[in-house]
T-cell receptor, first 110, second 110 residues
Framework: NAGVTQTPKFRVLKTGQSMTLLCAQD?????MYWYRQDPGMGLRLIHY???????AKGEVPDGYNVSRLKKQNFLLGLESAAPSQTSVYFC?????????FGPGTRLTVL | GQQLNQSPQSMFIQEGEDVSMNCTSS?????WLWYKQDPGEGPVLLIA?????ELTSNGRLTAQFGITRKDSFLNISASIPSDVGIYFC??????????FGKGTLLTVNP
């Protein structure tokens, strides 16, 4: 099993550009999450999903959108990237409280 | 929202020394989790605690769920260079969202 995978691993955007980060899990987990990690800030929840076709806002949702069309995939979109969105993004999935994390995507917005 | 206060923020120790870090909250939680993040990777679950007063070990790691259900600590004995990384505490009440501490950055000098 691959667990949780994320693509791409690295990306550089210019301000105003858009992009989509893809998360995939092969553990048949119901719940999926997107976090951002910034120095000294820990992990902050952006959006999450409790099942296929459902999404909800987390702690820092502004500037991001998500979709969960298939149970195994959770997409994070940035419609108009800003320098404040420079961060490392982690996807996670779970059946309950134990969350399993992907390797992360390092995004730089110039 | 709920917050976890994790301390210390960083630690610099010599190989072979013992390490202790803790996490406190103003809220009561039913579960405490400890994760470790290796440099450039996603967090990995180390230990899960379910009952107040519970003491659980995983190799050289020992964690305890505080009696008041508002705190937890993690000890690492006889540290080695591969213990380097960021350690996060996390707690949850509902079965699909976690609150994370800001992390303790551990550096081990050989």
């Amino acid at each position: 099993n691959a667990g949780v995978t994320q693509t791409p691993k690295f990306r550089v955007l210019k301000t105003g550009q858009s992009m989509t980060l893809l998360c995939a899990q092969d553990m048949n987990h119901e719940y999926m999450y997107w976090y951002r990690q910034d120095p000294g800030m820990g992990l902050r929840l952006i959006h999450y999903s409790v099942g296929e076709g459902t999404t909800a806002k987390g702690e820092v949702p502004d500037g991001y959108n998500v979709s969960r069309l298939k149970k195994q995939n959770f997409l994070l979109g940035l419609e108009s990237a800003a320098p404040s969105q420079t961060s490392v993004y982690f996807c996670a999935s779970s059946r309950g409280l134990f969350q399993f994390f992907g390797p992360g995507t390092r995004l730089t917005v110039l | 929202g709920q917050q976890l206060n994790q301390s210390p923020q960083s630690m610099f120790i010599q190989e072979g020394e013992d390490v202790s870090m803790n996490c406190t909250s103003s809220s009561i939680f039913n579960t405490w989790l400890w994760y470790k993040q290796d440099p450039g990777e996603g967090p990995v679950l180390l230990i899960a605690l379910y009952k107040a007063g519970e003491l659980t070990s995983n190799g050289r790691l020992t964690a305890q769920f505080g009696i008041t259900r508002k705190d937890s600590f993690l000890n690492i004995s006889a540290s080695i260079p591969s213990d380097v990384g960021i350690y996060f505490c996390a707690s949850g009440g509902s079965n699909y969202k976690l609150t994370f501490g800001k992390g303790t950055l551990l550096t081990v000098n050989p």
